[in-house]
């Protein structure tokens, strides 16, 4: 008895040595890890790049519970990516050439067009030209700061491009001119650098960004981000930031909106580009209409923007 008593006391003290260790490791190791910090940054170092794009719309347009209008595009931009070296002024050049392109748009959900470069044996003879004319050319993007600052050779791919002869025709020359717009090129990388801090941050941290862009008819409005590091695992070793922002739009002829944003990104903190990067922004609109008998009726919208951008270093 008096044993097992002596045994239970040393066992006890064990315990409550092992213990209060354990605690102290613990909160040690905690306040360690939330002292932590790392930098994110849209660095693109040199070298080559795969950048898979992938973008979903779909609008749909209705007044109570009768849908009036209803259409999507999906889209896939698959680029190969050469960035130089860092320059003297602080650019970065990056090289860019299509691999794949491919276009499906659905009105109702029947689809009206299709065009993938993926698939010669599908498609027109202009079809083909337009396709083989844009995997040929070649656009330079130039990078300060982790945004773009200037892109070349769109114009000179426009100028390329025949006109065609029917109006569906010159519709699909006017979509493939618009996929190699500057600001489209721009916009590849841009989104990147949205919620990328000015410092150092640790996780649960939270910051805010301030962006300017243009909007067709609206003009000038500026993007201010609520961002957060989420997570950081530092075996691969990568961030994980949350960020979102709310938009409120008065547009033309008493039409309004509202533009939810909502951005989760993986940051490679080794190369610094976001290799993982997933943006969603969805968009209420409020459009006065008149009916058949020329009463004014509101009818309400619904527009959905899905980006998902992968980022392979090859």
Known sequence: MIHCS????????????????????????????????????????EGRYSVLQEVFVSYVEQREREILARTQTRSTFDWRVEA????????????????????????ADADVGYYDSGNPLRGDELMKDVFAKLLKSEFVAELKDGKIVKVDGCEAFSAALPNGESDDEKYFVELIRSVATEQNIAQIFDPIAYPTPAKAV??????????????????????????????????????????????????TAGASATIK??????????????????????????LPRKNKAGEEILVKAIGVIRNKLTVDKR
């Open 6 to 45: 002596k045994t239970w006391k040393w066992g006890a003290i064990a315990l409550s040595v092992w213990a209060t260790w354990g605690a102290t490791a613990f909160f040690s190791s905690a306040a360690r890890a939330a002292e932590e910090t790392v930098e994110i940054k849209n660095a693109w170092n």
């Open 84 to 107: 130089g070296a860092l320059r003297a002024d602080g650019v970065r050049p990056l090289k860019l050439k299509a691999a794949r392109v491919m276009i499906r748009l659905q009105s």
């Open 202 to 251: 640790g996780v649960g941290e939270r910051w805010t960004t301030e962006t300017n862009f243009t909007l067709p008819v609206v003009g000038e409005k500026k993007l201010v981000l609520d961002c957060e590091l989420k997570a950081l695992n530092k075996r691969e070793p990568k961030a994980n930031v949350a960020a979102g922002a709310t938009l409120d739009l008065d547009l």
């Open 261 to 286: 944003i909502e951005i989760d990104g993986k940051y490679n903190l080794t190369d610094g580009v976001a290799n993982d990067f997933n943006e969603r922004a969805t968009v209420n609109f409020a």
